[in-house]
């Protein structure tokens, strides 16, 4: 697959070359780490333009869903979900499904950092007969 042209992609849109500024950036960015980790295949690269395109939306989402707040105030005094948070949100979620495709998180289940598992009688006998 080729690198896609993003300056061509974002070109119909009022902020497309800032856009496009952004996704050549995160495009260079994960292509290295990628072929420095050596996991760099076609597929991959399909991947990262789908994670490239989530990144520059969430990067021009978040201001506007910011600046708002999360919940709206409604003409009647009610309240309601701001639309913009609910994308970013979305969009959140979905660059982290893509990224742990891509191999680029870290665990989620990572072991406390200083502590130590208490010791009993019972972990003491079970940890004489070794690993199963």
């Given at each position: ?63 506007i869903a910011i600046k ?35 191999r680029l998180t870290v665990d989620r ?24």
């Open positions: 697959m080729k690198k896609p042209v993003y300056k061509n992609i974002y070109s119909d849109l009022e902020d497309g070359g800032e856009r496009s500024k952004v996704a050549e950036r995160e495009w260079k960015a994960l292509c290295f780490d990628l072929e420095k980790r050596d996991l760099m295949t076609d597929q991959r690269k399909r991947i990262v333009d789908r994670l490239v395109r989530e990144r520059v939306e969430y990067e021009f989402l978040f201001p708002a707040g999360h919940v709206n105030k409604g003409p009647k005094g009610g309240e309601f979900v701001n639309l913009h948070w609910s994308a970013l949100q979305r969009t959140k979620d979905q660059i982290l499904k893509l990224e742990e495709a891509l289940v990572a072991a406390p950092i200083g502590k130590t598992e208490k010791k009993t009688k019972a972990s003491k006998y079970l940890g004489r007969l070794g690993p199963n």
